[in-house]
C-alpha cells in the first residue's frame, strides 16, 4: 500500500491583508474542513502571528525554518531545516507520490516555484536551498510544511505506531493539514491543502481538488476575497 500526499488546495491571499484577517480566515477554513491540522511558518513575523491564533482558541503547530542540519525543539514549535523542508518535496514529486491537482488555480506557480529552487555552497562551505534571485517561494514552503507534518513530521513516536498499524492492517484514516506561510511587505500569505493517503490504488490514483464545506449562514465578514469552495468527500 502506497502512501500519497494529494494538494487540493492552494491559495495567496492579497498583498498587504493584515495578520486578523489572516487568522480569522483560516479560522473559518478549519471549521470547514473538521479534524485538519494547521502548521504555520514560525519565522520572521511568525510568533507574533502564532499568538495570535492562540488567543482565537486555535492550537497550531510552528516551523522555525532554519538553515541547520537537522530537526531541534518539541512541543508546539519545532525548528526544521530548508533543505529539508524542500528536498522532500522534490522527492515526492518525482517519486510521483506528490500528487498536484491540475486545475487549482495556483497549481502552475507552484511547480515553477519547485523549478526555481537551487543548491548551493556559501564561501563557508555550508549548502542553501533557496528561490533565484527575485523570485518567490511562498507556495511552496506553505506546502512544505504541511507535507512535513502530514508525513508525521515533530511526532517523535510516528514510526513506531504507524508500524503497528500496519501488523495490525489498520486502516489508516487520511489526514489533512493545512499549511500557511506568512507573508510579509512584499511577499503575499499563501496557503496549501495536504491530504496524506494510504492508497490502495497506489500511483495510479489521481489527485483530487479538496472542497470544504460551505460556511454557516451570516454576515459577509472582512477581508473579502474569494471564498474557498471546499467540501470534503
Known sequence: MTEVY???YLERLPLGTPYPGIVAYIGRLLGRLPGAELV???TG??????DMFRFSGITPTGVLITSGAAETGGGPIH???KLDLVSRLQALLHAGRLKIHKDLAEADTLVRELQDFRCEFTAAGHLTFNARSGKHDDLVLALAIAVW?????GMSNA???RYYQKLAGAVVPP?????VDLGQSRDPTAIAIVRRVADPD???MPAAAIRLRNSPRGPRSRPTWRRPSIAMK
Open 6 to 8: 494529494r494538494v487540493g
Open 40 to 42: 504555520i511558518d514560525f
Open 45 to 50: 513575523v511568525g510568533r507574533p502571528v502564532f
Open 79 to 81: 525548528g526544521v531545516p
Open 149 to 153: 507534518r502530514a508525513a508525521d513530521g
Open 159 to 161: 514510526g513506531i505506531f
Open 175 to 179: 489526514r489533512d493539514v493545512i499549511g
Open 202 to 204: 497506489g500511483l495510479q
